[in-house]
């Protein structure tokens, strides 16, 4: 027996009405902000994101699913969005364009994590990436536009965590001072950290290990030893966000999972389950696309993790609209009538009315037990007599009701959506 492989999910029939909700507040986000769509593919070079994600990151690591094609070249399943987006940014010269370039995506996107509730192998992401403008506006404008797109879904009850890590040039600083703090308390730390310690200082802020949490709560905070330029840049995003009635918790510990970040980092996190659970995340990557091999253009975006979204969409009772289910189902008995219903069903569905049909080897009583359950309004019976008749017995299966009609009066009927 095949199983689906660990760490993924099928999405049942059932299920689908969440994604569907969800997929069109996210069209309409995209649609109110001005950007456009974007598919990129599933695997790309895997220098990409050793590249753009870090070499010293999990993701990258101990998460990337890699391989070799047939003609050696190195792939992996994209472990992100962003980089690929800004590749395709680089390739297709988008930066001829006005800036910014607003681009959206969604996404599968595969890392090897341990799995657990909303956490995933193969999960779905929702990302908006706006390449090309430096300004603090558009910090504030893409945030705005994550909560609103929170709030747009009915979820309740999450906060918006900011910070700012500072960029190329303040940020040796910052490594140092953390160096510093850490040191003397390396051998308290886990394993991880320490090699953390000696790598990736900035990584020792997020580590989710409780005998490390105490340590990271008093280390120096970045936003203390910003340069003036991220001071002012960050001093800039805060009143923007006040001035948009924008409420959030400065959390000098949220430093993310990848290295591309400068400046802004912000993170959705829901009122239960922590960092390790975030709604959605982002932050400014100005120096990215150069170092993919760009020109040197700031940007910043974020992402949400669709899995994520509907946890959290259950959990909070939100109800969605449900699927749309077939108004007429037709039944039939007989050789002859299996004929007419089969050019019944065909006219039917060019005259886009959404029509599901029995083969009619069953029973009546067993087509109408299906068309019950496939929640059909009506029910368009034909038996032999009604050929002859040309006719149809047309009941509503909601009260038991029959009427005869000619099928043309049927069309008219179910088109109008009667
Ligand atoms: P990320 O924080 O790694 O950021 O992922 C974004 C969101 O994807 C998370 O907040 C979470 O909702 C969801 N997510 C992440 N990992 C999993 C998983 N294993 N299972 C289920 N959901 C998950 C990024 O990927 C950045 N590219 C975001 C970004 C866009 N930054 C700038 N632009």
């Known amino acids: ?36 769509c974007i598919s990129t593919p599933a695997f790309e070079d895997a220098g990409l994101f050793a590249r753009s994600v870090g070499e010293g990151t999990d993701i990258v690591n101990k998460e990337m699913y890699l391989f070799k094609d047939r003609s050696n070249n190195e792939l992996a399943l994209r472990p992100e969005g962003t980089a690929p987006v800004c590749r395709a940014y680089i390739e297709h010269g988008m930066d001829n364009l006005p800036q910014p370039v607003k681009l959206f995506y969604f996404a599968d996107i595969f890392r090897y994590e341990r799995p657990q509730a909303g956490r995933y192998r193969q999960h779905h992401q929702f990302g908006c990436e706006a390449i090309g403008d430096p ?38 600083g910052q490594l140092q001072k953390l160096k510093d703090y850490y040191t003397p308390l390396a051998p308290q730390l886990c394993a991880d950290c320490q090699v953390r310690l000696d790598k990736n200082p900035l990584r020792l802020l997020d580590c989710k290990k409780p005998g490390c949490q105490a340590a990271a709560d008093e280390a120096p905070k970045s936003s203390d030893y910003l340069c003036d330029e991220c001071a002012q840049h960050f001093s800039s995003l805060r009143t ?9 918790v400065l959390n000098h510990r949220l430093v993310r999972g990848l290295d591309y970040y400068t400046r802004t980092v912000f993170e959705i996190q829901p009122a239960e389950g922590g960092s390790q659970s975030a709604l959605g995340g982002g932050g400014r990557y100005d120096d990215l696309i150069a170092l993919i091999g760009g020109k040197s253009t700031p940007a910043i975006g974020f992402a949400t993790g669709m899995e994520r979204i509907v946890l959290n969409l259950v959990n909070q009772g939100i109800t969605v609209p449900p699927a749309e289910k077939p108004a007429v189902f037709i039944a039939c008995m007989g050789g002859n009538a299996r004929v007419e219903a089969v050019k019944l069903a ?12 029995s083969s009619g080897e069953r029973s009546l009583k067993a087509q109408l037990r299906y068309a019950n359950a496939a929640g059909a309004s009506y029910a368009a019976i034909i038996g032999e007599d009604e050929v002859k008749a040309g006719v149809v017995i047309l009941r509503n299966m909601e009260t038991g009701e029959q009427q005869e009609m000619q099928p043309g009066d049927l ?6 959506g009667q």
């Open 135 to 172: 300004s603090p506006v558009l910090d504030a404008e893409v945030i705005n536009m994550a909560l609103n797109f929170f709030t747009s879904l009915g979820l309740a009850n999450f906060s918006l965590q900011l910070n700012s890590i500072g960029c190329r040039k303040c940020r040796p």
């Open 240 to 248: 923007y966000l006040s001035a948009l009635g924008v409420r959030y």
């Open 1 to 36: 027996m095949f199983k689906a492989p660990r760490g993924t999910a099928d999405t049942l029939p059932e299920e689908q009405p969440y994604w569907r909700y969800i997929q069109d507040k996210a069209l309409e986000l995209c649609r109110l902000y001005g950007y456009g």
């Open 411 to 416: 069309i008219k009927l179910a088109g109008n």
């Open 346 to 357: 065909a006219k039917m569905r060019d005259a886009g009315i959404a029509v599901i049909s």
